[in-house]
């Protein structure tokens, strides 16, 4: 009886890891389709460079996608849009190459970011609010030895990136209230930041949202073929 059951347990284990692996080799790599509610524009300014992001959110969606218009400008021929899908975990380029559509898949390797780092040595302070296109925005300052960050966010925009990336559990400021993480941890979204680094000012940067529109724009992943599939022969 013993031998028998063995036997059984094998069987079904081999049956099990068997439609395992077949489910794993026909799962799909990348979603069908990616719609978009909303464009996040954020113009990123330095000492001597300005560069714009187009930002494209779904609300509650676990994927944004985003195009650099410095990138596709210039470039006659060629349009680049990309998206991070962090439920497939997969980056996925968007290309209009000489009038051919091509995607590009990398996997994504989540784990290796790390959301461990050890803030324990800012200190932050909640200071006053202002308007920002039309959204209430709270600020706060975070500085330590080396930097000093405002910041000003807001919880009244319809959309943000909490869905797709996961903050960690961080070693918290000094200061820092946890009444914050309630207020924001769904539907924050950064409006303003001004980077100050106290060491080296050359690499002092701000960062302003300029835009926050409604939009319709989707992606069809049917409708893009691999690059050799595109230009081999």
């Known amino acids: ?34 719609d978009f509610d909303y464009t996040y524009k954020l113009k990123m300014a ?9 930002y494209y959110l779904k609300k509650d969606a676990d994927y944004f996608g985003f195009l650099l218009p410095m990138i596709n ?12 899908d962090n439920n497939y975990k997969v980056s996925a380029m968007f290309m209009e190459i000489a009038g051919r559509k091509i995607l590009q898949k990398t ?25 920002i296109l039309g959204y209430n925005c709270q600020g706060f300052i975070a500085e330590d030895k080396d930097s000093h960050i405002t910041i000003y966010i807001t919880n009244e925009a319809p ?3 909490n869905k797709v990336w996961d903050t960690g559990k961080n070693k918290m400021p000094k200061g820092f209230d946890p009444a914050w993480v309630k207020k924001y941890s769904k539907s924050g979204l950064v409006m ?15 960062m302003n949202c300029i835009g926050l529109d409604k939009t319709d724009f989707s992606i ?14």
């Not at 400008?73 to 991070?84: A, D, K, L, S, Y």
């Not at 106290?198 to 002092?204: E, G, I, L, R, T």
């Open 220 to 233: 069809n992943t049917s409708d893009y073929g691999s690059m050799l599939g595109a230009f081999g022969r």
């Open 107 to 131: 996997k994504l390797k989540l784990d290796d970011i790390k959301t461990d780092e050890d803030n324990s040595n800012f200190t932050i302070k909640e200071i006053g609010s202002k308007n």
């Open 1 to 34: 009886m013993k031998t028998i059951l063995s036997r059984a347990f094998l069987c079904l284990t081999f049956l099990f890891s068997s439609s395992l692996l077949l489910a794993q080799k026909n799962q799909k790599e990348i979603q069908d389709v990616y």
């Open 73 to 84: 400008n210039g470039q006659e021929g060629m349009e680049i849009f990309t998206v991070m």
């Open 159 to 161: 959309i943000s990136f």
């Open 192 to 206: 303003e930041m001004h980077y100050v680094d106290k060491k080296k000012p050359k690499n002092n940067t701000s």
């Open 46 to 54: 330095t000492k001597k460079d300005e560069v714009q992001f187009d």
